[in-house]
């Protein structure tokens, strides 16, 4: 018997992630000793979630049974170690190519994502290119909004898409900076940062030629 822990959910997901051909109801039911209803119960919720999807249909002479296999969406959701790996590149990174280098390379990247995006701001007067701007963000996770309390517009975004990678590599805050100032072709000054323990980062909007 497989030692599993988590929800049930989370055993039936580290069970099928052991398979790329799927496991039946009733191998499900077996391995966590459950009854067949209860895994139906939790299949359905997963396929809900489009964790889980039925794969084959399997024909051993008694009663046809369907597999259920992840979806790539159901693998995503396992635990991963990004976070660990990408603070181990950025470590190298910074040793093989020093502090301004990275820095540098960190700023190209933010404005060739811009670059990417600009059709998105095309002909969009300035507090429209804000607006999108905002919403873009919105949709990568920053949860920013136009700081109501500063004289000078001012984004705020109360959440740090990578906060454990920036209290050890700062530098990232270059890629936020190039991408803000790259789309709203406007200089910007970050005032606040939540790796070094402000209470959300704070990017200040210029104006053309300041």
Not at 14 to 34: F, H, N, P, R, V
Not at 84 to 112: D, I, S
Not at 113 to 131: H, M, N, R, T
Not at 164 to 182: G, K, N, S
Request: charged share 20%; glycine share 6%.
């Amino acid at each position: 018997m497989v030692k599993l822990t988590g929800s049930r959910q989370e055993q039936i997901l580290k069970l099928l992630l052991s398979t790329t051909a799927g496991m039946s109801i009733d191998e499900l039911a077996a391995q966590l000793e459950i009854s067949r209803n209860a895994v139906k119960q939790h299949l359905t919720g997963l396929e809900k979630d489009q964790l889980v999807q039925e794969a084959t249909l399997n024909s051993t002479g008694g009663r046809p049974s369907r597999n259920y296999i992840l979806t790539e969406q159901g693998r995503n959701r396992l635990p991963k170690q990004y976070p660990w790996f990408c603070n181990l590149l950025l470590g190298e990174l910074k040793t093989e190519l020093g502090e301004a280098a990275l820095r540098q390379m960190l700023w190209r990247m933010g404005v060739n994502l811009a670059q990417s995006l600009a059709p998105q701001f095309s002909g969009k007067d300035p507090a429209q290119k804000q607006s999108a701007l905002l919403e873009l963000m919105q949709s990568l996770g920053y949860h920013a909004e136009m700081d109501a309390e500063q004289a000078q517009p001012t984004i705020k975004a109360v959440n740090c898409v990578y906060h454990d990678l920036a209290q050890q590599h700062p530098e990232l805050c270059e890629f936020d900076r190039a991408l803000i100032t790259t789309l709203l072709d406007r200089p910007v000054e970050q005032t606040a940062c939540m790796a070094l323990q402000d209470c959300a980062c704070k990017f200040k909007i210029g104006n053309t030629g300041t």
